[in-house]
């Protein structure tokens, strides 16, 4: 294939990640996305521990394998920011913003955990959205950005934001392989229209720090919004 190939290299604990790691390096792969799907329901784990936990793999795949290693960081963290740099300083070549960790659903009457599979929306693009355009410019990592892709419009809003690479999985469940062309092309008219002959022309222009008023990032704007609505 002519595109670069990355492998997924998900897991919950701190065991294997270094032989697959060097497995998946061996078998070809141009990088690596490590996915670490572990949720902390254990209560004396500290979030300093858990934080730790990420930094070690970050460290141990870097130190096994040559090739660029990304992180698929999740939302929970207090201060993303902070966990973001340090993933960088323990090695990460990039950041992939966020990982949308599978919840499951009830059923009221039948008392069960439901197992469903529920497609992200539009909407959902809001945090990273907003990560990615708090990141842009401090970190000398790449940032993908990840969850709520349905279409140009939203990998349009990421690029503005300073993502380097849009990422989508439910829109393609939803349309099928063939639908990344549409996205392509109509990525391609709005650049078009826009007088933007490449990515670079706008990539970053609606970050915190590229925009006017930094402020339009934070809490004020609750107030602005429901004055306006008055
Ligand atoms: C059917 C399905 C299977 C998925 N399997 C994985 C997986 O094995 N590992 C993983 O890291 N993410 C997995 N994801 C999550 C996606 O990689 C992605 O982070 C998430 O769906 C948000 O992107 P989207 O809004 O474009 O769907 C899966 C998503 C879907 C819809």
Same mark, same amino acid.
């Given at each position: 294939? #002519?595109?670069?190939?990355?492998?997924? !290299?998900?897991?919950? @604990?701190?065991?294997?990640?270094?032989?697959?790691?060097?497995?998946?390096?061996?078998?070809?792969?141009?990088? =690596?996305?490590?996915?670490?799907?572990?949720?902390?329901?254990? !209560? *004396?784990? @500290?979030?300093?521990?858990?934080?730790?936990?990420? !930094?070690?793999? =970050?460290?141990?795949?870097?130190?096994?394998?040559?090739?660029? +290693?990304?992180?698929?960081?999740?939302?929970?963290?207090?201060?993303?920011?902070?966990?973001?740099? *340090?993933?960088?300083?323990?090695?990460? #070549?990039?950041?992939?913003?966020?990982?949308?960790?599978?919840?499951?659903?009830?059923?009221?009457?039948? &008392?069960?955990?439901?197992?469903? $599979?529920?497609?992200?929306?539009?909407?959902?693009?809001?945090?990273?959205?907003?990560?990615?355009?708090? &990141?842009?410019?401090?970190?000398? @990592?790449?940032?993908?950005?990840?969850?709520?892709?349905?279409?140009? *419009?939203?990998? =349009?809003?990421? !690029?503005?934001?300073?993502? #380097? +690479?849009?990422?989508?999985?439910?829109? &393609?469940?939803?349309?099928?392989?063939?639908?990344?062309? @549409?996205?392509?092309?109509? &990525?391609?008219?709005?650049?078009?229209?826009?007088?933007?002959?490449?990515?670079?022309?706008?990539?970053?222009?609606?970050?915190?720090?590229?925009?006017? #008023?930094?402020?339009?990032?934070?809490?004020?704007?609750?107030?602005?919004? $429901?004055?306006?609505?008055?």
């Amino acid at each position: 294939m #002519d595109i670069p190939i990355i492998g997924s !290299l998900n897991g919950i @604990t701190s065991e294997g990640w270094i032989e697959y790691a060097q497995q998946m390096e061996q078998a070809g792969a141009d990088g =690596i996305e490590i996915n670490v799907f572990y949720i902390p329901a254990d !209560l *004396r784990l @500290t979030s300093e521990e858990v934080e730790q936990r990420y !930094l070690d793999i =970050i460290r141990t795949v870097k130190q096994t394998v040559k090739i660029p +290693v990304a992180v698929k960081l999740n939302p929970y963290f207090s201060a993303i920011g902070n966990m973001a740099m *340090r993933m960088e300083d323990a090695g990460a #070549d990039a950041l992939v913003l966020f990982n949308r960790f599978y919840q499951p659903d009830f059923d009221i009457y039948g &008392l069960k955990v439901l197992p469903n $599979l529920h497609y992200s929306e539009s909407n959902e693009i809001r945090l990273p959205l907003l990560w990615i355009a708090v &990141l842009y410019g401090q970190l000398k @990592t790449s940032l993908a950005a990840t969850t709520g892709v349905q279409g140009a *419009r939203e990998v =349009i809003k990421y !690029l503005l934001a300073g993502a #380097d +690479v849009a990422m989508t999985a439910s829109a &393609l469940y939803k349309h099928g392989i063939g639908y990344l062309r @549409t996205i392509n092309s109509e &990525l391609e008219a709005w650049m078009f229209n826009m007088g933007f002959n490449s990515i670079d022309a706008f990539k970053g222009a609606m970050s915190q720090r590229n925009i006017s #008023d930094p402020t339009a990032y934070e809490r004020a704007n609750y107030i602005r919004i $429901l004055e306006n609505a008055k």
